[in-house]
């Protein structure tokens, strides 16, 4: 049974289209993220929702927004895309600084983004 | 603010070979130290963690130690497969919700 699992895997776009990638987890964790990875594998955290709050934003374009309508979900909407935008998105979920996890990151298996 | 910097790839080994993959950090608290995996295709999988100093944690051959007098968390394994070819992050977190990763280093292995 998949833990992190995102929708959909591969994404292949024209510039200035919008969509959508959504993440789910059935771990039961309270805090949800997006990561960026670039063609050089950086991995470059974009935002954080804990108990469906919003605790990180880093900065990224307000063409990025992400949404979370409850613990289990989060989700990433992409508006007027762009060339730069062609990435892997990762989803992961963690159970926060808890004694036993100390943030211990489960990721999904990523969205490969093209935008042409 | 935290970092971490990991050696530069990629790394080439054959077969059963040793491999070390250097990793240092700077944190201003007592960070707990990670290095992740990812294999080709795949999202990244926590491999080991050390959560204070002097620690080791091991997992799978790989094993790396938390050294707070030289700020470092190496990963070494004394014999590598084929199969451990991918792609290694090193990582912290200090407490809160952020969790810092070096830039990765990959690596190949040949048969």
């Known amino acids: 049974d998949t833990a992190v699992s995102q929708t959909p895997k591969y994404l292949v776009t024209q510039m200035g289209n919008d969509k959508s990638i959504k993440c789910e987890q059935n771990?039961?964790?309270?805090?949800m993220y997006w990561y960026k990875q670039d063609s050089k594998k950086f991995l470059k955290i974009m935002f954080s929702?804990?108990?469906?709050?919003?605790?990180i934003n880093e900065t990224v374009p307000n063409r990025f927004s992400p949404k979370s309508p409850d613990k289990a979900h989060l989700n990433l909407h992409i508006n007027s895309l762009e060339l730069g935008d062609s990435a892997v998105y990762f989803c992961?979920?963690?159970?926060?600084?808890?004694?036993?996890?100390?943030?211990?990151?489960?990721f999904g298996p990523g969205t490969r983004l093209t935008v042409l | 603010g935290d970092s971490v910097t990991q050696m530069e790839g990629p790394v080439t080994l054959s077969e059963e070979a040793f491999l070390t993959i250097n990793c240092t950090y700077t944190?201003?608290?007592?960070?707990?130290l990670f290095w992740y995996v990812q294999y080709p295709g795949e999202g990244l999988q926590l491999l080991l963690k050390?959560?204070?100093?002097?620690d080791k944690g091991s997992n799978k051959g790989f094993e790396a130690t938390y050294r707070k007098e030289t700020t470092s968390f190496h990963l070494e394994k004394g014999s590598v497969q084929v199969s451990d070819s991918a792609v290694y992050f090193c990582a912290l977190t200090d407490g809160g919700f952020k969790t810092i990763f070096g830039a990765g280093t990959r690596l190949f292995v040949k048969a």
């Open positions: 771990l039961g964790h309270d805090t």
């Open positions: 929702y804990n108990n469906k709050e919003l605790i």
């Open positions: 992961a979920s963690s159970q926060g600084w808890a004694v036993s996890s100390y943030n211990e990151q489960f």
């Open positions: 050390a959560t204070k100093a002097d």
């Open positions: 944190a201003t608290g007592y960070p707990s």
